[in-house]
Every structure is written in C-alpha cells, then in structure tokens.
C-alpha cells in the first residue's frame, strides 16, 4: 500500500468560494515568512510575503494572516478560480536560508 | 526581464554520465541557489551563491559541483549519480543575500532521471 507520507493535504472547494491554506512553521526566531504557489510541471511562484512584525496583509484576492503566538500562518484566496489549482507551500526565513513547509494540494472544482 | 531560466528542461542520464544543469538571470540579482525537489515533497536547499562566491553548500555529496561563472549564470555540474538523485533540480535569484525580506524568484526547472 501507499505510505501516508507521500501523500500532500489537499483542499478541495468549488469555483467562486473562498479558500483558506494553513502552515504551521517550526522555529519561534523566523522573521520573515513567504507562500508559493507551483503549477505542475512549473517552479515555485510568488504569491505574497509577510515580516514578523506584522499579522495580516493583503494583495490581489489574496491575504495572508500570521498567529506568532501558535506559529501558524494562513494564506486566503478569495473569489477561488481553476487558474489557482497548484501546490501552495508556505516558506520561512531561518537564519539566512529560507526553508519550505510541507505543502497543499488546491483543487479547484467547476 | 524577471525571468530565470533553466535548461535543459528534461535530462536522462545514466550513472556513469557527466552533465550539467544551467540556470541564467538577467535581473541584476546578486544571489543564485540550487534547490532539489523529489515528487509530492518542499524543495531542499542544496547550494547558495553570493556575489560569485559559495555561501552555503548544504553537505551536498561531492558528485554534485556547482560553478556561478558570472552574477547571471549558475551551473550545476553531475558526475556519478545514483538513481534516487531522480529529482527536480530548481534554479532561483534573489536581489541579495543576508537580508530579511529577500524574495526568491525560481525558474521551471530540470526534470533529471537517472537511470
């Protein structure tokens, strides 16, 4: 059978509704925290930062929301579109190196 | 131009092989990493460059050589790799290195099998 390792949380919402992507991060001392988005058979894309010293921000349909205090980070999509199905992975600065957290699958249904 | 690109895109390979991986930015950044990625997993830091000089070489096994011949130019050269090498090989840039809020910008990548 397969191992429960190999297999990404996935999300799955209908075309029009909202979309809430979670992260939680390892290390208390990051400062500095990104989400990616990557496409099949594409790198990871940009989607938006966020510095310790906030906790929300906005951009294009997307805000991201960051609780120090439980070291958990959001990314929210509204209006979810087919064009936003990708793995979303969420990033954080420790030290110099930025690492990446697990990942989630979004599947966007029409 | 906020491009990187990689190529080739796809690479098979047999272990006995030499070959190597090339990443080109043309956005005046002055930082380029190497990072790996298996199937269904984050991508893995393998090497940083700043300004031409290796910063960081994550205990990458020495069959892995990377070279930045200029600030817009990364290679990755391979030499008697095992089949669980088999992965994504990522190319990114960022402005610098060492700041806070330093974005990296990936290209698509190099799909590499090896058999």
């Known amino acids: 059978g397969e191992s429960v390792g190999l297999h990404l949380p996935t999300l799955s919402v209908q075309e029009g509704d909202n979309s809430i992507i979670n992260c939680a991060y390892s290390?208390?001392?990051?400062?500095?925290f990104i989400w990616y988005k990557q496409e099949s058979g594409k790198g990871p894309q940009f989607i938006i930062d966020?510095?310790?010293?906030?906790d929300k921000r906005q951009g294009q349909r997307v805000t991201v929301l960051l609780n120090k205090t439980v070291k958990h980070l959001s990314l929210q999509i509204a209006a979810t579109q087919p064009g936003d199905s990708a793995v979303y992975f969420c990033?954080?600065?420790?030290?110099?190196?930025?690492?990446f957290g697990a990942g989630t699958i979004l599947r966007v249904k029409s | 131009d906020t491009e990187v690109t990689q190529t080739p895109k796809h690479l098979v390979m047999g272990m006995t092989n030499k070959k190597s991986l090339k990443c080109e930015q043309h956005?005046?950044?002055?930082?380029m990493y190497w990072y790996k990625q298996k199937a269904k997993k984050p991508p893995e830091l393998m090497f940083v460059?700043?300004?031409?000089?290796?910063?960081i070489n994550e205990s990458v096994p020495s069959r892995f050589s990377p070279e930045c011949p200029n600030s817009s130019l990364l290679n990755l050269h391979l030499h008697a790799l095992q089949p669980e090498d088999s992965a994504l090989y990522l190319c990114?840039?960022?402005?610098?290195?060492?700041?806070?809020?330093?974005?990296?910008?990936f290209g698509s990548g190099t799909q590499l099998s090896v058999l």
């Open positions: 460059y700043s300004y031409e000089k290796l910063s």
């Open positions: 990114a840039s960022s402005q610098g290195f060492g700041r806070l809020d330093e974005k990296l910008f």
């Open positions: 290390n208390s001392a990051s400062d500095y």
């Open positions: 956005m005046g950044h002055r930082a």
């Open positions: 990033a954080e600065k420790v030290g110099n190196k930025l690492v």
């Open positions: 966020i510095r310790s010293n906030m």
